[in-house]
C-alpha cells in the first residue's frame, strides 16, 4: 500500500537511535501510524514539530503492518511560537486531543478542516475563549455534543444572573460567555472555568469510561493560564 497525502503532526516518539514512531492526521486516509527513518536527525527533525503540516509518503506491505513515512514540511507552524508557551502548549493540546478521541484509519474531512481553522484562533486578542469553542466543536464532531443549555438554570446572585447545571448532586457554575456569544472578552477566571466544564465532561463521557487518563499537554496548557 503506497500513497501521498497532507497531514498535521499529532504525536512522535523514539523507535531506534535514528528513527522515530509518528502519528499524523492527514487529508485522506485519517490517523495513520508509521515510521520516519533518521527521523532524529538534524534536517529532519527541525520541522518535525507537534502541528506542522507535512506532505508525506506511506508505504506499507499490508494493512496490518506498521508502515514508514518519507516527509516533506508543507507548512510550518509551532516554530512561530516558541517563545510564546501558552500558545505553544496550546497546540500540543489540541493535537492531542485529536489524538486521543479519533480511530485510526479513518477519514474524516471535518476534522481535518477543523485542525485548518485551529491556527487562525491565534490572530485573534481572544483566542483562548475561540479555543475553547473550537474544543465544543471537535467533541461535536467525534460524537459527543455538549449541550450544555438545555441542562442550565438560572439564578440571581448578588444581582447578577448565574448560570448552573446540576451534575451528580453537584452544582457547577457556567461562565456567561458559553451562553452570550456576545461576550467576546471573558475574564481569566471566566476561561479557567469554561476550560474546567470542558474537561469534566471529557472525563465522565470519554475519557473515565474508555479508562484514558486526562491529556497531560491538556493540563500543561491550563497551568500556563493560571
Given at each position: 500500500m503506497i500513497w501521498d497525502d497532507s497531514g498535521f503532526l499529532l504525536s512522535k516518539n523514539r523507535y531506534s537511535e535514528n528513527s522515530l514512531i509518528v502519528e499524523i492526521?492527514?487529508?485522506n486516509?485519517?490517523?495513520?501510524s508509521g515510521i520516519v527513518f533518521?527521523?532524529?536527525?538534524?534536517?529532519?527533525?527541525?520541522?518535525?514539530?507537534?502541528?506542522?503540516?507535512?506532505?508525506?509518503?506511506?508505504?506499507?506491505?499490508?494493512?496490518?503492518?506498521?508502515?514508514?513515512?518519507?516527509?516533506?514540511?508543507?507548512?510550518?507552524?509551532?516554530?512561530f511560537f516558541f517563545d510564546n508557551h501558552q500558545k505553544l502548549f496550546c497546540i500540543s493540546s489540541a493535537m492531542q486531543l485529536i489524538k486521543v478521541l479519533t480511530a485510526d484509519s479513518q477519514k474524516n474531512l471535518k476534522i481535518y478542516d477543523l485542525i485548518n481553522k485551529?491556527?487562525?484562533?491565534?490572530?485573534?486578542?481572544?483566542?483562548?475563549?475561540?479555543?475553547?469553542f473550537w474544543e465544543l466543536d471537535l467533541l461535536s464532531i467525534v460524537g459527543y455534543n455538549f449541550e450544555f443549555e438545555?441542562?442550565?438554570?438560572?439564578?440571581?446572585?448578588?444581582?447578577?444572573t448565574e448560570y448552573e447545571i446540576k451534575s451528580s448532586n453537584q452544582l457547577k457554575l457556567v461562565p456567561k460567555f458559553l451562553i452570550d456569544k456576545d461576550d467576546l472578552y471573558p475574564n481569566q477566571k471566566s476561561l479557567l472555568a469554561g476550560l474546567k466544564l470542558v474537561g469534566?465532561?471529557?472525563?465522565?463521557?470519554?475519557?473515565?469510561?474508555?479508562?484514558?487518563?486526562?491529556?497531560?499537554?491538556?493540563?500543561?496548557?491550563i497551568d500556563t493560564l493560571k
Open positions: 492526521f492527514t487529508k486516509y485519517g490517523k495513520i533518521g527521523g532524529t536527525s538534524k534536517k529532519i527533525r527541525n520541522y518535525l514539530q507537534i502541528g506542522n503540516e507535512l506532505y508525506v509518503n506511506y508505504n506499507s506491505k499490508n494493512e496490518n503492518k506498521l508502515g514508514y513515512f518519507k516527509i516533506e514540511i508543507q507548512k510550518v507552524y509551532s516554530p485551529f491556527y487562525k484562533i491565534f490572530n485573534s486578542n481572544k483566542w483562548i475563549r475561540d479555543y475553547i438545555k441542562l442550565l438554570d438560572k439564578d440571581v446572585i448578588n444581582n447578577k469534566d465532561f471529557l472525563e465522565k463521557n470519554i475519557l473515565k469510561p474508555n479508562n484514558l487518563g486526562h491529556p497531560i499537554n491538556r493540563v500543561q496548557f
